[in-house]
């Protein structure tokens, strides 16, 4: 069957998903997948139209419990990560997730973001400078990692000292994100969870108590039409804003620069244009080798997708991937073309859940990659490198560059 291929867990899979995608929108664009329990949507407009759709959603404890739902109610030894995931904005619906987005996007305006970019200019070619003073090393260790989560810990508020446990906390509780995680992946999940919120929660006193001009002091005392945000929901907030809020742009810097060096003409061809290309060369690497592959919804009434019907209580795998390599939306989709200018991809979702932080996240890989190209015009890649294993966050363990 065209779902054969499909295996999330596979190590080849996850290196090249995109001929297994191709034979899926050939062949089985709306496919129940067993292993997974999932209906799989494949093709772009399928996608994009139910990303928009009201009768999916990605939680569903807002309309059912989970006996009515037919759903196993989550496994209580899990609870710390239940609690802070399900008060974030991400896996909410309905006007908890309008009231909260209200306040949050805010801090994503366009204006506020621009104001952001020499802080953000300075720190990548400082990173970058620590680069070439080496001769070159790990560009996802040196430059990607730490670009998005010093910028997200400074709007937060987080004190310089602490901004170590950051990454590792996202790590960990991103971790339960993935297919079937294993119990180990599930133990460290939980336990940074419970580490991340008591952390928030001791942060957000000493905010509330001495505010800043930071994120945490201002959703700590933020209230809106007399309805302020309760402090579970304070803290789910900031720790999604730090997972989402770098996950992304360090995944899209690896995955990019991969290519780049997989595809030497365009990545001379960009060398060799930098201000004229980049704008449009961004969105062709988010499009070209995404790092969310799915995101999943719930299916809330029944609905038909391509004549095919998909029950209540259904959960549906939306493959981004291959949405953005949807051969009946965009030309020569398997080509990189960094100066593509008709280019609609998924990469940062669509509807309600459209990502707040699209702005910030263009605004990082722009000053990233700009600063790599112009610093280091000889860029190499040192040896081809291993994926890690998660399939639905795809990135690589490392990439070692010299100059």
Same mark, same amino acid.
């Given at each position: 069957?065209?779902?054969?291929?499909?295996?999330?867990?596979?190590?080849?899979?996850?290196?090249?998903?995109?001929?297994?995608?191709?034979?899926?929108?050939?062949?089985?664009?709306?496919?129940?997948?067993?292993?997974?329990?999932?209906?799989?949507?494949?093709?772009?407009?399928?996608?994009?139209?139910?990303?928009?759709?009201?009768?999916?959603?990605?939680?569903?404890?807002?309309?059912?419990?989970?006996?009515?739902?037919?759903?196993?109610?989550?496994?209580?030894?899990?609870?710390?990560?239940?609690?802070?995931?399900?008060?974030?904005?991400?896996?909410?619906?309905?006007?908890?997730?309008?009231?909260?987005?209200?306040?949050?996007?805010?801090?994503?305006?366009?204006?506020?973001?621009?104001?952001?970019?020499?802080?953000?200019?300075?720190?990548?070619?400082?990173?970058?400078?620590?680069?070439?003073?080496?001769?070159?090393?790990?560009?996802?260790?040196?430059?990607?990692?730490?670009?998005?989560?010093?910028?997200?810990?400074?709007?937060?508020?987080?004190?310089?000292?602490?901004?170590?446990?950051?990454?590792?906390?996202?790590?960990?509780?991103?971790?339960?994100?993935?297919?079937?995680?294993?119990?180990?992946?599930?133990?460290?999940?939980?336990?940074?969870?419970?580490?991340?919120?008591?952390?928030?929660?001791?942060?957000?006193?000493?905010?509330?108590?001495?505010?800043?001009?930071?994120?945490?002091?201002?959703?700590?005392?933020?209230?809106?039409?007399?309805?302020?945000?309760?402090?579970?929901?304070?803290?789910?907030?900031?720790?999604?804003?730090?997972?989402?809020?770098?996950?992304?742009?360090?995944?899209?810097?690896?995955?990019?620069?991969?290519?780049?060096?997989?595809?030497?003409?365009?990545?001379?061809?960009?060398?060799?244009?930098?201000?004229?290309?980049?704008?449009?060369?961004? +969105?062709?690497?988010?499009?070209?080798?995404?790092?969310?592959?799915?995101?999943?919804?719930?299916?809330?009434?029944?609905?038909?997708?391509?004549?095919?019907?998909?029950?209540?209580?259904?959960?549906?795998?939306?493959?981004?991937?291959?949405?953005?390599?949807?051969?009946?939306?965009?030309?020569?989709?398997?080509?990189?073309?960094?100066?593509?200018?008709?280019?609609?991809?998924?990469?940062?979702?669509?509807?309600?859940?459209?990502?707040?932080?699209?702005?910030?996240?263009?605004? +990082?890989?722009?000053?990233?990659?700009?600063?790599?190209?112009?610093?280091?015009?000889?860029?190499?890649?040192?040896?081809?490198?291993?994926?890690?294993?998660?399939?639905?966050?795809?990135?690589?363990?490392?990439?070692?560059?010299?100059?």
């Amino acid at each position: 069957m065209a779902n054969d291929a499909f295996d999330p867990w596979s190590a080849a899979f996850v290196a090249h998903p995109y001929p297994a995608y191709a034979a899926l929108r050939e062949r089985a664009p709306v496919h129940h997948h067993a292993p997974t329990g999932q209906w799989l949507v494949s093709r772009y407009a399928d996608v994009n139209a139910l990303l928009r759709d009201r009768r999916l959603g990605r939680t569903y404890t807002h309309r059912f419990t989970h006996e009515e739902f037919g759903r196993p109610a989550p496994d209580p030894a899990h609870e710390p990560f239940h609690t802070l995931n399900d008060h974030g904005l991400l896996d909410l619906e309905g006007p908890d997730h309008a009231r909260i987005r209200r306040l949050v996007s805010k801090a994503f305006t366009p204006r506020t973001v621009e104001a952001l970019r020499p802080t953000v200019r300075r720190l990548a070619a400082e990173l970058v400078d620590g680069l070439l003073a080496d001769g070159g090393g790990d560009l996802i260790a040196e430059v990607a990692e730490p670009l998005p989560v010093a910028v997200i810990a400074e709007m937060l508020g987080v004190p310089e000292p602490d901004r170590h446990l950051l990454r590792p906390w996202s790590a960990d509780i991103t971790g339960m994100f993935e297919l079937d995680p294993s119990p180990e992946a599930a133990r460290r999940a939980v336990t940074a969870s419970r580490e991340f919120s008591a952390y928030l929660r001791e942060l957000i006193r000493h905010r509330r108590a001495a505010p800043g001009p930071d994120l945490i002091s201002a959703l700590a005392l933020a209230a809106e039409d007399g309805q302020a945000l309760s402090e579970q929901e304070v803290v789910s907030t900031c720790v999604l804003l730090l997972n989402a809020g770098h996950e992304a742009t360090v995944n899209t810097t690896g995955n990019g620069w991969l290519a780049l060096f997989r595809n030497p003409g365009q990545l001379a061809r960009l060398r060799g244009a930098v201000d004229e290309l980049l704008p449009t060369a961004v +969105e062709e690497l988010m499009r070209y080798d995404t790092p969310l592959q799915m995101f999943e919804r719930w299916v809330l009434d029944d609905i038909e997708v391509g004549g095919t019907t998909i029950p209540r209580g259904a959960e549906v795998a939306l493959l981004f991937g291959s949405a953005n390599r949807d051969p009946a939306r965009f030309t020569d989709p398997d080509r990189l073309d960094l100066g593509r200018t008709d280019n609609p991809h998924l990469s940062f979702g669509a509807g309600t859940h459209f990502c707040l932080g699209a702005p910030l996240a263009r605004m +990082e890989l722009t000053e990233s990659y700009g600063a790599l190209l112009r610093k280091a015009p000889g860029l190499t890649l040192r040896r081809e490198p291993d994926w890690r294993p998660g399939y639905v966050i795809r990135g690589l363990r490392e990439l070692q560059v010299e100059v």
